[in-house]
């Protein structure tokens, strides 16, 4: 198999094959998280070619965040008890078939069902839960950084395929962009296929940094109905206060970015006569940023108190969305937006999934994290919306940046009522 032929290659360099895993999954978010922020270069052309309104458009893209967040919890019981290569695979060939089929759409009810059903639950399969899992099962030591590689990989997916996606729908049109993902997406299924493997145990290793002898048990069986085990954890979450501050501040962190810039910047640049492949281009450089911004988040997760973290970012954030509006979309303005905001982008992640951890125990963690990942999409879907809205009805989005800079102000406030957590046993 060429996945115990790599374990014995990466062995003799005394490098360990949650590595690999690692790599197969950056860059299977990578180009999943692709998938989830395009749709934002091709508002305008499919507004040009159909007809349809901003907001006609923010509603598929609203279900379409709704659904990824939803299928995360749902996608951990799945991992739990079909593998993490079964799951990763059956969501790439559902978006696979959502995009095919797309090509040929001209109604509004099947950009809803195509980009927002099908495509939502597809990605859902493969989002943050997925790295969280490889992080949990495959990392006892710099699990912290891992779980900022991978999370770097989705916001960096989100962005930086936009400028070639932008340039290639200029001059060839938005399905030929589209046939370019679909073709990232296969590459991405193959390297599943030959590289991903559940747990360590599969390729005859232990967890990276594990240095005990006694021999690993055998995972239990895990025969529990997917519903039961996803909304089991979610009753038993749910009587705790942490899981709803989490949530709430996870849902702040969607609508401000997912929901409202990866969705409506490049359309409000447009506003401000700045072209596609420009605004694009800015959203790219947030991508860079983000990676770096996002990797120190999990290296300082690891070191510092997660409450404070969260403060910062969050704080950071809402003063940079509201700086924006006044920026007056000069150069000068839009580059300092990028770098601050960049930063930040989605830096919240790793403080948030070690604080799940540490509360509800590394057993769990999966599931409670995609719960909480649950309301981060529902707040992108709603800020998707709402700035769709306030362009159709008031001609401007800015109303939208001024609410989300401010939320983020707020959750900035509610994270510091996190108690200090205890680490929970096994």
């Not at 860059?27 to 999943?32: D, G, K, Y």
């Not at 069902?113 to 490889?134: D, E, K, P, R, S």
């Not at 403080?351 to 992108?380: K, M």
């Amino acid at each position: 198999m060429i996945s115990n032929w790599l374990s014995a290659a990466l062995s003799r360099r005394n490098i360990h094959y949650g590595w690999a895993m690692v790599g197969v999954t950056f860059l299977t978010a990578l180009i999943s998280a692709g998938t989830v922020g395009a749709p934002g270069v091709f508002i305008v052309p499919l507004q040009k070619e159909f007809g349809w309104t901003t907001a006609e458009i923010s509603s598929a893209l609203s279900i379409r965040f709704i659904l990824f967040g939803l299928m995360a919890p749902f996608a951990a019981a799945l991992m739990n008890r079909y593998g993490l290569r079964n799951v990763a695979l059956s969501g790439l060939l559902i978006v696979v078939s959502g995009l095919v089929a797309s090509l040929a759409m001209t109604k509004v009810w099947q950009l809803m069902l195509l980009w927002g059903v099908v495509i939502g639950l597809g990605t859902g399969m493969t989002a943050l839960v997925l790295g969280a899992t490889v992080a949990a099962r495959w990392f006892v030591a710099r699990r912290g950084l891992v779980v900022g590689i991978l999370t770097a990989s989705v916001a960096t997916g989100q962005l930086a395929f936009l400028p070639l996606l932008a340039s290639l729908t200029d001059h060839y049109g938005w399905r030929i962009a589209l046939a370019l993902i679909c073709v990232m997406l296969g590459v991405a299924a193959f390297a599943v296929l030959l590289v991903m493997r559940d747990r360590p145990s599969d390729v005859g290793l232990r967890p990276y940094g594990d240095e005990g002898t006694e021999p690993l048990p055998a995972p239990p069986p895990n025969n529990a109905p997917i519903m039961a085990a996803a909304l089991g954890t979610l009753r038993d979450a749910s009587k705790s206060g942490v899981f709803w501050i989490l949530f709430a501040t996870f849902f702040i962190c969607g609508a401000s970015t997912n929901g409202l810039i990866q969705v409506h910047l490049i359309p409000m640049c447009l506003d401000f006569g700045i072209p596609q492949v420009q605004a694009a281009s800015l959203l790219a450089a947030m991508g860079i940023f983000d990676f770096v911004g996002t990797i120190a988040s999990g290296w300082l997760s690891d070191r510092y108190d997660n409450r404070k973290l969260l403060f910062w970012y969050y704080g950071l954030r809402g003063l940079s969305l509201l700086f924006l509006p006044f920026s007056d979309f000069t150069l000068y303005g839009l580059s300092l937006f990028a770098v601050f905001y960049g930063l930040d982008w989605i830096a919240t992640v790793p403080p948030t999934v070690r604080l799940t951890a540490q509360r509800f125990g590394p057993e769990r963690a999966n599931l409670v994290f995609g719960w909480i990942f649950a309301g981060h999409q529902l707040g992108a879907g709603v800020a998707a919306f709402g700035a769709g809205l306030s362009r159709t009805m008031l001609q401007t989005y800015l109303p939208a940046f001024f609410v989300a800079g401010a939320l983020c102000i707020v959750a900035a406030l509610i994270v510091l009522a996190i108690s200090r957590p205890k680490p929970v046993a096994a």
